[in-house]
């Protein structure tokens, strides 16, 4: 729903009644920050009331009501204000179905926060690559004396970070898709688009509907702000003509831009105003593969911008060692690397990972069945995995695709523990054992971070 900026400010100056559905962390906080500026809040959580809990208890005694155990549809008979939506929440559950009926607004808690944040957000957003871009652009503000928060999907909620920060101490904000199709007037000054591969699917229906949501994070944008794009891919670049904001290029195919970072001659480099100038050698970087380069020419791409220096960026580019769960290296045992990439959730990602590495990986992976074809990596497993360790619900399908791309050892296992020791059974000195899963993990784990986790306590038991 498309509503006028002045909707806003009356429903700032009258405070009425507003519906948190989801009580997780940006539920609490959203829920929190609004009863602070004064709203009437209820929060609405399909789970049981926990036995303990010092957050509830006091927004309890700060006068918040709490409905638990389902989303009953009298909810929706009641005039909110507006509607605050954990993103995880699909639009088509009954109670937010009969919402948007009743054609209250619906919002994700990153579009709450900026109401009352004078901070400048910088805003990240991709497939692929968004906790490492944003986490990098964090650490060359810093490193630049900027004082940035970090915050957004990287873990951190911005509603909980609003009295905390000063006017201009800028935000460095990961984004999701989730998290942008409840946004109305979010307006960061520097937005960056990383990628675009089919995911989550299953939430927003089509491709074509997951990348719209993507690109909503440009849409109160103009020409005084600056829009990162990645020029390498088209399906990113031809969105730039639709963009009112100043375009600033990463590539590491092309440098013929007025704005942007780049690869020149084996160097990384910066372009400002047209003149371009390098910064360090690629070979001194020290996070690995492609992706990770791509993903560093973005954040230096925002960090120029943002205005870091130079020797900002190219020491966190010499320094920055990777993000938990994003192709960390977790242990080298007997000449073997072990390496946890659980973040990659899906083929693309996975792509990115075994792209790292030119031969010998014994690759581990499988989770949730998403009904996502395997096929496309097929090309990125012929010669380069020697064995691959599958689990969960696609280790079926997962194997009928090594066995299509000529990898010699397939074997199936009932648990990650498993894996791990069927891994280090197959690998000598030299050997990488690469966990990228291509997968979500709900199958088996809470959380990405949970399988991660899980994988590394097996390592270090061997």
């Not at 109160?220 to 100043?246: E, T």
């Not at 047209?274 to 560093?296: D, F, I, Y």
């Not at 192709?327 to 693309?348: H, Q, W």
Request: net charge negative; hydrophobic share 45%.
């Amino acid at each position: 729903m498309r509503l006028d900026i002045t909707v806003r400010d009356q429903w700032l100056t009258r405070k009425g009644e507003v519906l948190v559905v989801g009580y997780a962390k940006s539920g609490a906080a959203a829920a929190e920050l609004l009863t602070r500026q004064g709203f009437r809040v209820t929060v609405n959580e399909r789970l049981a009331r926990p036995d303990s809990d010092e957050t509830l208890e006091r927004l309890e005694r700060a006068g918040v009501r709490f409905v638990f155990g389902g989303h009953p549809l009298t909810l929706a008979d009641n005039s909110w204000q507006f509607v605050v939506k954990n993103p995880g929440i699909p639009y088509q559950m009954p109670l937010i179905a009969a919402l948007q009926e009743h054609h209250i607004p619906i919002f994700t808690e990153i579009e709450i926060a900026s109401w009352f944040v004078a901070s400048p957000f910088y805003a990240i957003t991709g497939s692929n690559g968004k906790t490492t871009t944003t986490t990098l652009v964090g650490e060359m503000l810093a490193a630049s004396k900027m004082h940035p928060a970090v915050a957004g999907n990287i873990g951190t909620v911005v509603s909980g970070l609003v009295d905390e920060l000063l006017p201009e101490q800028p935000v460095v904000l990961e984004v999701s898709s989730f998290q942008l199709l409840g946004t109305a007037w979010f307006h960061p000054r520097i937005a960056a688009l990383l990628n675009f591969f089919p995911a989550h699917l299953d939430y927003h229906g089509t491709f074509e509907a997951y990348q719209a949501a993507k690109w909503r994070m440009f849409q109160n944008m103009g020409a005084g702000d600056v829009a990162v794009l990645n020029r390498d891919q088209p399906v990113v670049a031809d969105g730039a003509k639709n963009l009112a904001a100043q375009i600033h290029w990463f590539s590491t195919e092309h440098a013929d831009f007025d704005h942007g970072a780049t690869v020149v001659d084996g160097h990384i480099a910066l372009v400002k105003d047209g003149s371009l100038r390098a910064l360090l050698p690629v070979a001194e970087m020290a996070l690995k593969g492609h992706h990770n380069l791509q993903n560093l020419l973005a954040a230096a791409c925002v960090a120029q911008a943002a205005g870091a220096s130079d020797e900002a960026i190219a020491h966190v580019a010499r320094t920055f060692q990777g993000v938990e769960h994003r192709l960390e290296l977790v242990r080298v045992l007997d000449g073997i690397r072990f390496y946890n990439d659980s973040k990659a959730t899906n083929p693309d990602a996975c792509k990115q990972a075994l792209q790292a590495f030119d031969k010998d990986v014994i690759w581990i992976a499988g989770g949730l069945d998403r009904g996502i074809s395997f096929e496309p990596l097929e090309d990125y497993l012929r010669n380069r995995v020697k064995a691959a360790i599958l689990l969960g619900q696609t280790k079926h399908s997962l194997a009928a695709t090594c066995q299509s791309a000529g990898v010699p050892d397939v074997t199936l296992v009932d648990s990650l523990d498993e894996a791990v020791r069927a891994a280090r059974a197959r690998a000598k000195a030299g050997d990488v054992v690469l966990l990228s899963p291509a997968c979500a993990s709900w199958d088996m784990f809470t959380s990405f971070e949970v399988r991660g986790s899980m994988f590394k306590e097996a390592v270090h038991r061997l």
